[in-house]
């Protein structure tokens, strides 16, 4: 059974705490996806990386970076959390190729700064 | 502005009736998915759709994608409480981009 874990469910964190939200795949993956998720926005991508140490710019990279060590993890990371970063983070894995393969989703982690 | 527009944003409907959720953009896709999310949950593949005007079933669920290849839509006939979710489409704007772009979202309700 293909798996996507985040280390986290629920967080809560204060202004101004570094934050790092961990994601594991065991599909061997090449893409990893970082989206946070508000209600009647939809899914925003943060970043991706399609390969260990790459890393591409999505839709709202502001105030987030990212990670990629390994092929299996990807990290996103909050430098300095603020009130407007509360949200649902979902992370994502899939084959090269974009739109013709599936994006498998963990189950999230929602964030509230404080 | 989002670059996939859904409609409705909610629905609450009887179970046993029919209907239509929406995707729409001006801009063309290489592929179209739609993705299905529960409570506590990631969104779940449920198809993808490669062909302008191609139409695939998923038994009680019908997918279009429009001849242009901009829009798509989404019937469920007889809709049952288990088809409660989010449904969001996701499309690439480029064939091989690793990349989705996801829309706004259409939350489900079907009420027993």
């Known amino acids: 059974d293909v798996k996507v874990t985040q280390s986290s469910r629920y967080l809560v964190k204060r202004t101004g705490e570094k934050v790092f939200l961990e994601c594991v795949q065991d599909?061997?993956?090449?893409?990893m996806f970082w989206y946070r998720q508000d209600p009647g926005l939809g899914l925003r991508l943060i970043y991706f990386?399609?390969?260990?140490?790459?890393?591409e710019k999505g839709d709202i990279p502001e105030g987030y970076s990212v990670s990629r060590e390994k092929k299996e993890r990807f990290s996103l990371i909050l430098e300095s959390a603020s009130t407007n970063q509360t949200s649902m983070y979902l992370c994502?894995?899939?084959?090269?190729?974009?739109?013709?393969?599936?994006?498998?989703f963990g189950p999230g982690t929602r964030l509230t700064v404080t | 502005t989002q670059l996939l527009e859904q409609s409705p944003q909610f629905l609450s409907i009887q179970e046993g009736e029919n209907l239509t959720v929406y995707c729409n953009s001006s801009?063309?896709?290489?592929?179209l998915q739609w993705y299905r999310q529960e409570p506590g949950e990631g969104p779940v593949l449920l198809v993808t759709?490669?062909?302008?005007?191609e139409v695939k079933k998923l038994k009680r669920l019908t997918f279009q994608f429009g001849d242009a290849r901009k829009d798509s839509s989404l019937h469920i006939t007889a809709a049952q409480p288990g088809d409660t979710g989010l449904y969001l489409c996701?499309?690439?704007?480029?064939?091989?981009?690793?990349?989705?772009?996801f829309g706004t979202g259409t939350r489900l309700t079907v009420i027993p």
């Open positions: 994502a894995s899939s084959l090269l190729g974009g739109g013709l393969y599936e994006q498998y």
């Open positions: 599909m061997d993956h090449e893409n």
């Open positions: 990386s399609y390969d260990v140490k790459m890393k």
């Open positions: 801009s063309v896709f290489s592929s």
């Open positions: 759709v490669v062909t302008g005007g």
């Open positions: 996701a499309g690439d704007l480029r064939a091989g981009a690793n990349n989705l772009f």
